[in-house]
C-alpha cells in the first residue's frame, strides 16, 4: 500500500481500506489497515518526521471512527493518543478527558456499564472469583474482618462476597469494607457521589443477607483507621498500576505495613513500563493489548451496545496515558513477571486452594466459547496465580499473597 | 461391618466432661447449629470409622443399619426372646457427635451434631473430597445426595429480581440485586406479608434435597414467587436464614432473600422465558404488573432527578475525545491572541472539520484559509512567546506546495497551529 504518496486522495483511501478487509489483513504480517498505517506513524513519531506525522495522522483521521468498526475504532483512539504524543500535549489531554468523563459519570451509568461487562464477559469476574476465593480462605475463622478495596470495579465484587459469609453454617463475621478512593478527601467537594450511593446500597444489601457491615472512604491509606482485633485484608484489583513506576515497591511497603492477612492482586496483562522509554516498543504492546481488549468487546457485545461504546472510550485513557502519558502517570501495566519480581521483596505468594480453582472454571463455563484458565505459562512461568486467557492470549492475572 | 460404635468410639459422658453449650449466650442471636443438650452423651469417632459407621447397630452380630426400622426388622431374623428384642434404657439416652477435624468448629464438644447422617455429611462436605462433579456447570460435591439434588435443578432454576429481571446464574443475580433499584425501594414495602413470605420462601429454599416439594410449591403458585417483596431488611430471626437449623446447611443455602424462582418443567418454563422478554409482564397478572411499573417510574425518577448527569449521550462525548484534544489546544493558544475568523467550535468532531475544511478549500487560497483560522499571526504574542516569531514560518509550515494541497491536513490535526512544543519537536 503507498502510504507515502502525498496526493492520496479521500477515494483512494477508501478502496485501500476495502481492499484490506477483502484480504482480511493477510499478507505481511497479518496487520490491518489500523495497525499498518499507526504503526507508520508511530515510526515517524520517532523519527521525528514532521512530513510524514502530518500525513500519516491525516490519513488515519479519514478512516478512523469511533463509531466504525474495530479497525475504526481503534484507529480513533490511537490518532488521539499519537496526536498527543506529537504535539507533547498528552498530560493536558489526559486532564481533560479525565474531567469529561467524571462530568458523564453516575451511578446509572456506571452501574450499567459495570454490570453488562461482567455479564458478557469474565475480565472483572475471574478477578473478583478468584479474591474473593482466596480473601475467605485467608480469614476463615475470623469474627472481624477489614477489607482494604483499591479496586476498580465500584464494589461489585462484594455481593458475592457478602452472599457466602451469609450461607456460612456458623454466624457471619463483621465485615467493615473501607473503598480507597484517591479522588476523595483531595479537594474541597467530599466523597465521590457515586461512592457514596454505592456504600449505601451495600449496607443495604449486607443488612438484607444478615451480615454485620460498615462502609467507610478514605481518601489514602493513611486515612484507615485499623482496629484492634480485626483481621485485614487488602484487595487490589487493578489498583497498583495507578501507582507511579518509580513508587511501586515504597507503595507495596506501606501495603505491608497495615499487616493484611492476605493481598490479592489483579492486574492485566501487559507490559507499559518496562517499555516506556522505547516509544515503538511500547506502541506495538499497547496495540497488542488494546487490540485484543477491542476484540473481546467485539465478540461479547452486540454491535450497538452502548456499553460497548462506553467501555472503549473508557480505554483512550489508558492508551493516550501510555504512549504519551509521560512518567509522572499512572495506569503503566506489567506482566505477572514484573508484578511477582516486586511483589517478592515483602509478600510470598499464596497458592490458590483446588475449591477456587474449581470456583473460576465454573465461571468460565457460563461464558461463551475463547476464554480459558491457564496457570502461569512461557516467560511468566515464575509467577504464581492464575491467568485469564482469551483465545490462548494471558488477559487478566489474578493472585494473592501475604507479608 | 468392621466396626462398630462400642469398640472404636471415643465415648464421654456428659457427667464427666460438662459441655457448656451456650459459652456466648448473649451475643448469640440465634442458635447456631449443633447446640446439644448437656446431658447427651458426646462421641468422637476417627474420620475412618465415622465413615464406616452407621447409626443403628446391632448388639449381637455388630451390624450396621442407616435406619432405626431396618435394624429392628434384623433383629427379627436373630429370633431373640421379645425381651431383649427391646432397646436398653441407656440407649435411649441422647447422643451427640463430633466432627473429627481437629480445626473444625464442629470438634468442640459444645458444637457437637446431634445427628450421625449429620455430622457424615458434614465432615465430607467440608473436609472430604469432592468427587462427584456436575456434568453441566462442573460444580463439585462430596456427598452423592447433595450432587444428585443438585442435578435435578441445576440449569432449571432461575432468580428473579424484584424488578422483572431474570437471571440463571446466582452470582450474577446477587450483583444485580445488590445495585438494584428494587432493592432501594424496599422499605416502602409491607412488612408484615413479608414476613411471611420469608418463611414461605425459605421452606422453597431450604428444600432442595427434597426437590419435588420444592418444585410444587412454586409451581403451584408461580404469582406469589414473582410478586414476593422482599423480607425486611432486618430480621434476625432464623425466617431470614433457612439454612440455620440444627444440621449443616444444604449444599447451596439460600437466604430467603433471593426470592428464589424454581423455574416449572419444560412446557411451562417457555412461559417464563416470554415473560423475561416482555419484561413487564408477569404471571402474576395485574398485581404483579402494578408493582413493575410503580419500580419502573421510581427508577425513572431517579434517574430524572439528576439531569445534569446525563447517561444516554452517545454523540456529544465521544466526538469530543478528538476534538477535545483539538479544542483545548485551539482555545489555549487561541485565547490569548486575536484571530480573524472564528475558532472552530469545540464540539465539531475532526470529521466534520476537515469537512468543513474541504469546502472552503476550492474557494479560499492558502492564506486566507490560514487566517482563518488564525493561524497566520506571526507577530502574535502567544507565538512569539513559545518559539520566537521569526523561527516559526519555517518550523510550522511545511513546504507550501505540500500545505497548498493540503489545506485540512494542518487544522484538523492541530500541528500546522501548533503550540511552542511543537515548534520544537519538529
Partial sequence: MDITHPQTSMQSLWQLKRREEEDGGDGDGGGKWAGRLLRESAAAISEKDSGRIHHLLWMVNELASPYGDREQKLAAYFLQALFCRATDSGG??????????????????????????????????????????????????????????????????????????????????????TVVNPSDGGGVGGVDPVVSEIGRRMEKFARLMGVPFEFHVAAGLHQLRLRDGEAVAVNCMGALRRVVVDQREAFQGLLRDLHPKVVTVVEEEADFSSTRDDFLRCFDE???????FFEILEESFPPTSQERLLLERECSKGIVGALAGGDGG???????????????????PVGFSGDVLDDVGGLLKRYPAGWSISPAAGAAAAAPGLFLAWKGHPVVWASAWRP | MASNSASDETSVSAGDQRVDPLPTTAKKRRNLPGMPDPN???????????????????????????????????????????????????????????????????????????DLTGIKKHFCRKHGEKKFECEKCSKKYAVQSDWKAHAKTCGTREYRCDCGTLFSRKDSFMTHRAFCEALAEENAKALTTATEDAVAASTVVGDEEGGTAAVASSSSSPSSAVVNPAPPPQMPTAAERPKQEVEEPEPEPEPAATVLHQAPPPPAQHQVGDNSGSNTAAAGGSAATSIFASLFSSAAASVSRSPTLPDFTPLEPISLSLSRGTSTFFSSSLDRRPFAASPPSPHLSATALLQKAAQMGPTASGASLLRSFGLHEQDSPAAAAGAGSAALPNLLMPPPSFFATKPATLDLLGLGGGPPAVASLL
Avoid at chain 1, 469476574?125 to 472481624?144: C, K, P, Y
Avoid at chain 1, 499497547?286 to 485484543?292: A, D, E, G, N, V
Avoid at chain 1, 499512572?330 to 510470598?348: D, N, P, Q, V
Fill in chain 1, 330 to 348: 499512572g495506569g503503566r501495566r506489567e506482566t505477572a513477571a514484573l508484578w511477582c519480581e516486586r511483589l517478592r521483596k515483602g509478600f510470598s
Fill in chain 1, 92 to 177: 493536558r489531554c489526559l486532564r481533560t478527558l479525565t474531567a469529561a468523563a467524571d462530568r458523564m459519570r453516575s451511578f446509572e451509568s456506571t452501574r450499567r456499564v459495570m454490570l453488562r461487562f461482567q455479564e458478557l464477559t469474565p475480565w472483572s469476574t475471574f478477578g473478583h472469583v478468584a479474591s474473593n476465593g482466596a480473601i475467605l480462605e485467608a480469614m476463615d475463622g475470623e469474627t472481624r474482618l477489614h477489607v482494604v478495596d483499591l479496586s476498580c470495579t465500584y464494589c461489585t465484587q462484594w455481593p458475592t462476597l457478602l452472599e457466602t459469609l451469609a450461607s456460612r453454617s456458623d454466624q457471619p463475621p463483621h465485615l467493615r469494607l
Fill in chain 2, 40 to 114: 447427651a452423651e458426646v462421641i468422637a469417632l476417627s474420620p475412618k470409622t465415622l465413615m464406616a459407621t452407621n447409626r443403628f447397630v446391632c448388639e449381637i452380630c455388630n451390624k450396621g443399619f442407616q435406619r432405626d426400622q431396618n435394624l429392628q426388622l434384623h433383629l427379627r431374623g436373630h429370633n431373640l426372646p421379645w425381651k431383649l428384642r427391646q432397646r436398653s434404657g441407656k440407649e435411649v439416652r441422647k447422643r451427640v457427635y463430633v466432627c473429627p477435624e481437629p480445626s473444625c468448629v464442629h470438634h468442640d464438644p459444645s458444637r457437637a451434631l446431634g
Fill in chain 1, 286 to 292: 499497547c496495540w497488542r493489548f488494546y487490540s485484543l
